[in-house]
């Protein structure tokens, strides 16, 4: 049995399967990946990692299953997925994962390759735990799966605490023991007990306002961006293989693109902290549907389209298109006179939440100072916005509705 102090829940314990998995070089790696990645640009303090992240998602599983009754072998599968969720993270976190997707072909939570072989796999067997089972609790398959991610999930207990405590900002603050205390299933799906629609409102809470503050801080979308296209530069030239990215460390890439032509001029602005700046930064009614869908191959022949007008390197312009607005916790249930009800059925916040992320929603074109201008009206012609209802802030180089003047 092992201690660990952890800045969050005090002291953690860890024992059985997991203390056996701690020192294993796939969960030791996490040590090396920040778990907000360049939002560090924005707040200095975020530099907590996967690592302790894991331990906390660990601990909340081990309360979870203690409040439900679940031991045994069962409890231990739940135990290694908790601790192992996050091995499958490339470097930067989220940062990269589109990447991830698009190159190697699986999701941060497809781990079924990472735990089929070496020292997990051999720590999972010597502790008569199927890599296969474990690897599917962490993509949340099964009664169990749901409490490692699903909408109830401890995974997101753990990172919107840890998150605001490493940012320092209020919002993602939830009262995780009541959340964890309430857990029940119900027909094999995961609830919250009676009594419990403002608690799982204070998770959807949390989430909605960490996202525009932190998760889509504008300098934070913009250094992810300029994360995103220097990694494509190293991975598409061959120079690293994506598999090699996948198993990288967020050291690791920034080496690797700091000695490579075509990234390194991306890796010296995150170094430096010179970064692009907002040439467009245009609501979701303002642009059409088809781009807010549109693939990564689509956005480059834009992005190539606008340097083109704008007479510009290519290099100086990014398309920055966030995917539609979604509220995966809007779906967890919670029991209410005795009946299973989902919490969008429930709550009259949820639809209030749901107009804020449209309202909260854009789309960057991100160009160096400078150049906005001239990048910012091609961008409005080559992507068919709506000149009518945008005005240009020259000083800024940023596109605003007219309606918020």
Do not use: C
């Amino acid at each position: 049995m092992t201690t660990i102090k952890d800045s969050v829940h005090d002291h953690i314990t860890v024992r059985g399967v997991a203390e056996a998995l701690l020192d294993t070089p796939p969960v030791q790696r996490l040590r090396r990946v920040k778990q907000l990645g360049t939002v560090g640009l924005v707040y200095p303090s975020a530099n907590h990692t996967r690592f302790e992240h894991s331990l906390g998602v660990y601990h909340l599983a081990e309360e979870a299953l203690g409040h439900l009754g679940i031991e045994g072998t069962q409890a231990e599968r739940v135990r290694a997925a908790a601790l192992l969720h996050d091995v499958g993270h490339p470097p930067y976190s989220h940062n990269t994962e589109s990447l991830l997707e698009r190159y190697v072909g699986r999701s941060h939570d497809e781990v079924h390759d990472l735990l089929s072989a070496g020292e997990v796999a051999r720590v999972l067997e010597a502790n008569d735990l199927e890599p296969e089972r474990v690897a599917g609790l962490v993509g949340g398959e099964g009664q169990l799966g749901q409490l490692v991610s699903g909408e109830l999930d401890v995974d997101r207990m753990d990172y919107l605490v840890r998150d605001a405590h490493h940012t320092g900002v209020p919002y993602g603050t939830i009262d995780h023991g009541r959340l964890v205390r309430e857990l029940r299933f119900v027909d094999d799906d995961l609830v919250l007990a009676e009594g419990n629609v403002q608690t799982a409102e204070s998770l959807l809470l949390a989430r909605a306002l960490m996202n525009p503050t932190v998760y889509n801080h504008h300098v934070a979308r913009i250094s992810k961006a300029t994360l995103r296209r220097g990694t494509e530069k190293l991975v598409r030239s061959g120079a690293v293989e994506p598999h090699e990215f996948a198993r990288m460390d967020d050291h690791d890439l920034m080496v690797a693109m700091r000695g490579h032509g075509g990234a390194a001029p991306f890796a010296r602005r995150l170094d430096h902290r010179d970064l692009p700046k907002r040439a467009v930064w245009a609501e979701f009614p303002d642009v059409d549907a088809s781009l807010v869908d549109a693939d990564r191959e689509t956005v480059a022949e834009h992005e190539a389209d606008i340097a083109d007008r704008a007479d510009v390197d290519p290099d100086d312009v990014i398309v920055d298109v966030q995917s539609r607005p979604v509220m995966t916790e809007s779906t967890s249930r919670v029991v209410v006179n005795g009946e299973v009800r989902r919490l969008g059925t429930q709550s009259g916040l949820v639809e209030a939440l749901r107009e804020a992320q449209v309202e909260q929603w854009r789309l960057g074109v991100y160009a160096p100072e400078g150049k906005t201008e001239r990048v910012g009206q091609a961008a409005e012609s080559v992507l068919g916005l709506d000149l009518d209802s945008l005005v240009v802030d020259v000083r800024k180089g940023v596109h605003r509705r007219l309606d918020q003047f």
